[in-house]
């Protein structure tokens, strides 16, 4: 059971047996007393399990969607998935989603045939070349994707219509790309936006998550001194 009607299930559960919960025997251990409703209302902490359920989807609801539409092969987007995008997903991949609409037929049927399609894509595109290391890439990244079904898509009509949506999806852009790399946020983009994602994309989510704080976009990393120019 799961979503709505879980979430409405707990609310009535706890109004019925919020008050004696606390006077039940509880037989859980503290890590499972948010594993169900049965362990919830036993050890009297259903409200702090909705409490904390209600929190985590908060948090996911809050997270930072980057997009970015780019050419597979072209210097300036390949620099700065590799060198801006990936880096600042690894650090504060909490707290953000990345949408990748790429033209190039072999990163469109990794983004819709593995999870790990963007370790591989990153992969790619931080090498000398970016078709040659395609193969490589899938074998550290994604061993359980065949490279002949990759293939298959590629040289297929899957591949086509994959690269077909993502013509779409481009022209669709408002206001229309003038160029690559196109960055989003949230689905919106404005100059102001791209210029910030492309000196600090990393300080750039930070801003503009408005969930809890987190750690890596706490105080800390304004403290960070450079002594490499000390004498």
């Not at 045939?113 to 074998?139: L, Q």
């Not at 160029?179 to 300080?203: C, F, R």
């Amino acid at each position: 059971m799961k979503g709505p009607l879980l979430l409405l299930l707990t609310v009535w559960l706890y109004t019925q047996y919020g008050d004696c919960a606390a006077l039940s025997s509880c037989s859980y251990p503290p890590s499972k007393w948010c594993s169900s409703l049965e362990a919830a209302v036993q050890c009297g902490v259903l409200k702090e399990c909705l409490l904390s359920n209600f929190t985590k989807s908060h948090q996911k609801v809050d997270t930072v969607e980057v997009g970015l539409y780019y050419e597979s092969l072209c210097p300036g987007c390949r620099q700065f998935l590799s060198l801006m995008l990936f880096p600042t997903w690894v650090m504060l991949g909490d707290i953000m989603d990345v949408k990748l609409v790429p033209y190039g037929n072999a990163q469109t049927c990794l983004l819709h045939m593995t999870g790990a399609a963007f370790p591989v894509i990153f992969c790619m595109e931080s090498s000398g070349d970016v078709i040659k290391m395609a193969k490589n890439c899938m074998e550290v990244y994604a061993p359980d994707l065949k490279w002949e079904s990759l293939m298959g898509c590629v040289n297929g009509d899957q591949g086509m219509q994959l690269m077909h949506q993502n013509a779409l999806a481009t022209q669709g852009l408002k206001p229309p790309h003038e160029y690559v790399p196109w960055v989003t946020i949230n689905g919106e983009h404005t100059d102001e936006l791209q210029d910030k994602a492309m000196d600090s994309l990393y300080t750039l989510v930070c801003s503009m998550y408005k969930g809890p704080k987190i750690p890596a976009c706490g105080q800390s990393q304004k403290a960070y001194k450079s002594y490499c120019n000390k004498e």
